[in-house]
């Protein structure tokens, strides 16, 4: 085995531990570690941000080409993205528990319709639909503290955005003022790493101040979406 294919498979690891973080987070929830949680969750996050660089650099593909980094990168974030969070909506009560199981299973399955299709991430780096982003989603709402009943239709509501063909922005590929996105995107990130570790009780000026990136990411996805024009083919 060369080193150029050691290298490969060194990345594919590098993408896997992500599931591992999964399983730490989820165990961290069950204990009511949720501080904890969410940090094995911001380091599945750094992992994914990361991980296709370091596939293209490594030329992964053509090492491996037998090998689909791709659906090894989607089972994770399915996982990272979708399922924990999932587990902390019904563990830590962010609904009411009447409504519990219906809002786990919208999320999951909306998550798996869009995981599932084709055009999930374009030729143009975009992703179709709400991009499961439900492991800020909880985050926020967990910090908020609003009553559950605004925490059921925020969730419902974002799940129906899966279906909905409106393109949101690939913050690291998108290329409509990718350096503002990513100067703000990793301001945001170090911001919210400084709001986990105040959990439980965080700076609520700390926190209004962290929702300037996704309300822009927000904007921008709008705007994207109304230039776009005509699909485009999914990316492969």
């Known amino acids: 085995m060369t080193r150029l294919v050691i290298s490969a498979w060194l990345v594919h690891l ?16 069950f204990y009511d570690r949720y501080r904890d949680a969410f940090v094995w969750l911001g380091v599945a996050v750094v ?35 979708v399922f924990v969070p999932a587990f902390f909506v019904w563990h830590a009560l962010l609904v ?20 599932g299709r084709d055009d999930a991430k374009t030729t143009d780096h975009l992703f179709t639909g709400f991009p499961s982003y439900w492991n800020i989603v909880v985050l926020y709402l967990h910090l908020a503290g609003w009553a559950p009943e ?33 100067a703000l995107g990793v301001a945001w990130a170090v911001t919210t790493f400084v709001l986990v570790w105040q959990m439980p009780e965080v700076s609520r000026p700390l926190l209004r101040a962290s929702l300037v990136f996704p309300v822009y990411y927000v904007l921008l ?4 979406t109304l230039l776009r024009g005509p699909d485009r083919k999914a990316a492969r």
Do not use: E, H, Q
């Open 47 to 81: 992992i994914d941000a990361t991980d296709g660089m370091l596939a293209r650099r490594a030329d992964v593909a053509t090492r491996i080409p037998w090998f689909n980094g791709r659906k090894l990168d989607d089972i994770v974030d399915y996982l990272t993205y």
């Open 221 to 224: 996805s709008m705007r994207l």
């Open 96 to 115: 009411p528990d009447r409504w519990s199981m219906f809002v786990v299973a919208a999320m999951l399955l909306s998550s798996a319709y869009g995981f």
């Open 150 to 182: 605004t925490n059921t239709v925020l969730l419902l509501a974002l799940a129906g955005l899966a279906f909905v063909p409106i393109r949101f922005v690939y913050p690291s590929r998108t290329p409509m003022w990718r350096p503002l996105t990513m």
């Open 14 to 29: 590098y993408t896997a531990s992500g599931a591992l973080c999964a399983f730490l987070a989820l165990n961290r929830i």
